[in-house]
């Protein structure tokens, strides 16, 4: 045999192995099986279906504990000279939010503020799910749609208050007009955590499908950003025949072909990107630094949560800078050369603190961290849902210009085989419906309104 040969021969083998390699991680793997398992203490029992009313009434005795600590937290570190928020929460944006909560903001005045829409626990698989459930006044001559909407970390049901008139108020020129049921996330807020491992997006996917059976709906649309997308992703998976539409203000995509995809891209950007959108696409590496100066807290939060949340669980002032910071480099990026983090520009500390408030009061920022750790477990992260496609469920994309990652038109479809609605938006972040109510209205009604007026055949 020649020298030629051997190369050839070689050459096959190692293109063959690479194949052998690279072919899974292309193709799209298997649907995984998700079991209903039971998240409650002790054994399952049988469940109770009732839907509880449910208001939120904190006691005296946590509110007078929580200003104790407000008024006898040790004094912060200094900050370094005119750093503004580029080594985390600045201390002194940090004095004038604990100073506002403990002379202006009045929690009786925002409970009532919280109870103003309807809200319920009911038990699923062992866990008390804590939602709201509003329905539209006025349905005369129209359609009533049920609309999930799913929040994210460090987020809350909260988000959506602002929201929640239009989308449950007839607008013009729409003949129809949503329902939503907007719940808290197992471990968030007023619903219970799991007590063992395995609470990921699927297993949290698998409750709100029940809760929305529960509520006795069987077709329904949904919406999320941050986590919430990640959980309306893994819903229109599993769900196909029961989501009519998904609507999404994060709608990143992290397949292999995708990153392949942008990374090709990146010799000749202006031949696949779109002019106003290459300086967010490239240069890769000042995307993947800027990735990597952002997400610290989520390597953390995906390994040692337990640990950090001691110390968020303890101190008030310590869980609102953990949060807060994000509020600020996550609504704009450039909010970190602001001396007041941008934060005025678009929240009131009043509605910033609220957020706040259902983390404190719940003493679930343990437990909300934690999300990350079994979203990022081996068993989980080796089911692959990233790679797996929203097939025929209609999509639409909110694209926020300052969201954390962006994903260019030309890789949605990687995620999105039938993604029918796409809206970019300038002035928008990470928390759309929060600091952009009426701009996320609109956009859920636009993309719904699309799906609405689809022919609807047979299902296949
Ligand atoms: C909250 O609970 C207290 C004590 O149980 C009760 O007196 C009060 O009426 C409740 N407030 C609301 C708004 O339900
Ligand atoms: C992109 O960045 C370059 C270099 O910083 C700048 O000159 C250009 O104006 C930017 N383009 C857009 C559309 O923002």
Same mark, same amino acid.
Not at 68 to 92: C, I, T, W
Not at 203 to 216: D, E
Not at 327 to 354: A, R
Not at 431 to 436: G, N, R, V
């Given at each position: 045999?020649?020298?030629?040969?051997?190369?050839?021969?070689?050459?096959?083998?190692?293109?063959?192995?690479?194949? =052998?390699?690279? =072919?899974?991680?292309?193709?799209?793997?298997?649907?995984?099986?998700?079991?209903?398992?039971?998240?409650?203490?002790?054994?399952?029992?049988?469940?109770?279906?009732?839907?509880?009313?449910?208001?939120?009434?904190?006691?005296?005795?946590? &509110?007078?504990?929580?200003?104790?600590?407000?008024?006898?937290?040790?004094?912060?570190?200094?900050?370094? %000279?005119?750093?503004?928020?580029?080594?985390?929460?600045?201390?002194? &944006? &940090? +004095?004038?939010?604990? #100073?506002?909560?403990?002379?202006?903001? #009045?929690?009786?005045?925002?409970?009532?503020?919280?109870?103003?829409?309807?809200?319920?626990?009911?038990?699923?698989?062992?866990? #008390?799910?804590?939602?709201?459930?509003?329905?539209?006044?006025?349905?005369?001559?129209?359609?009533?749609?049920?609309?999930?909407?799913?929040?994210?970390?460090?987020?809350?049901?909260?988000? *959506?208050?602002?929201?929640?008139?239009?989308?449950?108020?007839?607008?013009?020129?729409?003949? *129809?007009?949503?329902?939503?049921?907007?719940?808290?996330?197992?471990?968030?807020?007023?619903?219970?955590?799991?007590? /063992?491992?395995?609470?990921?997006?699927?297993?949290?996917?698998?409750?709100?499908?029940?809760?929305?059976? /529960?509520?006795?709906?069987?077709?329904? =649309?949904?919406?999320?950003?941050?986590?919430?997308?990640?959980?309306?992703?893994?819903?229109?998976?599993?769900?196909?025949?029961?989501?009519?539409?998904?609507?999404?203000?994060?709608? *990143?995509?992290?397949?292999?072909?995708?990153?392949?995809?942008?990374?090709?891209?990146?010799?000749?950007?202006?031949?696949?990107?779109?002019?106003?959108?290459?300086?967010?696409?490239?240069?890769?590496? /000042?995307?993947?630094?800027?990735?990597?100066?952002?997400?610290?807290?989520?390597?953390?939060?995906?390994?040692?949560?337990?640990?950090?949340?001691?110390?968020? /669980?303890?101190?008030?002032?310590?869980?609102?800078?953990?949060?807060? %910071?994000?509020?600020?480099?996550?609504?704009?990026?450039?909010?970190?050369?602001?001396?007041?983090?941008?934060?005025?520009?678009?929240?009131?500390?009043?509605?910033?603190?609220?957020?706040?408030?259902? =983390?404190?009061?719940?003493?679930?920022?343990?437990?909300?961290?934690?999300?990350?750790?079994?979203?990022?477990?081996?068993?989980?992260?080796?089911?692959?849902?990233?790679?797996?496609?929203?097939?025929?469920?209609?999509?639409?994309?909110?694209?926020?210009?300052?969201?954390?990652?962006?994903?260019?038109?030309?890789? &949605?479809?990687? +995620?999105?085989?039938?993604?029918?609605?796409?809206?970019?938006?300038?002035?928008?972040?990470?928390?759309?419906?929060?600091?952009?109510?009426?701009?996320?209205?609109?956009?859920?009604?636009? *993309?719904?309104?699309?799906?609405?007026?689809?022919?609807?055949?047979?299902?296949?």
């Amino acid at each position: 045999m020649g020298s030629i040969n051997v190369t050839f021969v070689l050459g096959l083998v190692v293109a063959g192995l690479g194949a =052998y390699m690279i =072919y899974p991680m292309l193709s799209t793997p298997p649907v995984p099986k998700v079991e209903e398992k039971w998240w409650g203490a002790g054994k399952p029992t049988k469940e109770d279906t009732r839907i509880r009313d449910f208001k939120i009434n904190v006691s005296e005795d946590v &509110l007078k504990d929580l200003h104790h600590r407000l008024a006898s937290h040790l004094p912060f570190q200094e900050p370094l %000279e005119d750093v503004k928020q580029h080594y985390g929460m600045n201390a002194n &944006l &940090l +004095k004038k939010i604990v #100073d506002h909560w403990k002379t202006k903001y #009045d929690w009786r005045e925002r409970e009532k503020f919280f109870n103003q829409y309807p809200q319920f626990k009911t038990q699923i698989q062992g866990l #008390d799910i804590h939602f709201m459930h509003v329905k539209p006044k006025q349905t005369k001559g129209l359609k009533v749609l049920p609309l999930l909407l799913v929040h994210g970390w460090p987020g809350s049901f909260r988000e *959506f208050y602002e929201a929640i008139p239009a989308l449950t108020t007839p607008q013009k020129d729409r003949d *129809f007009v949503f329902e939503v049921v907007v719940p808290s996330i197992p471990g968030y807020g007023f619903s219970d955590a799991a007590v /063992r491992p395995g609470m990921n997006p699927a297993a949290i996917g698998v409750i709100f499908k029940n809760l929305m059976s /529960r509520l006795g709906f069987n077709k329904y =649309y949904i919406q999320g950003g941050d986590w919430g997308s990640m959980i309306v992703h893994v819903m229109s998976v599993l769900y196909p025949d029961r989501v009519i539409g998904v609507h999404s203000n994060m709608c *990143f995509v992290n397949t292999p072909i995708a990153n392949i995809k942008m990374f090709m891209a990146s010799i000749y950007p202006s031949f696949f990107v779109k002019e106003e959108h290459i300086n967010l696409t490239y240069p890769l590496s /000042r995307i993947y630094s800027y990735l990597l100066l952002e997400t610290g807290y989520m390597h953390l939060q995906a390994t040692k949560p337990d640990t950090v949340g001691v110390a968020l /669980r303890d101190s008030p002032v310590g869980l609102a800078a953990y949060i807060l %910071e994000k509020f600020t480099t996550w609504t704009n990026k450039e909010w970190k050369d602001l001396e007041d983090g941008g934060l005025p520009k678009k929240y009131t500390l009043t509605n910033l603190l609220d957020n706040v408030m259902v =983390y404190w009061l719940n003493r679930c920022i343990t437990t909300s961290m934690r999300l990350y750790s079994e979203a990022f477990s081996g068993e989980y992260y080796g089911q692959h849902w990233d790679r797996l496609p929203v097939k025929e469920v209609p999509s639409g994309c909110l694209r926020a210009r300052h969201e954390i990652a962006f994903s260019p038109d030309f890789v &949605l479809g990687e +995620k999105y085989e039938n993604l029918i609605h796409l809206e970019d938006y300038d002035n928008v972040g990470h928390f759309a419906a929060y600091e952009e109510p009426d701009l996320f209205t609109k956009d859920v009604y636009n *993309f719904v309104d699309k799906v609405e007026k689809l022919p609807r055949g047979p299902k296949k």
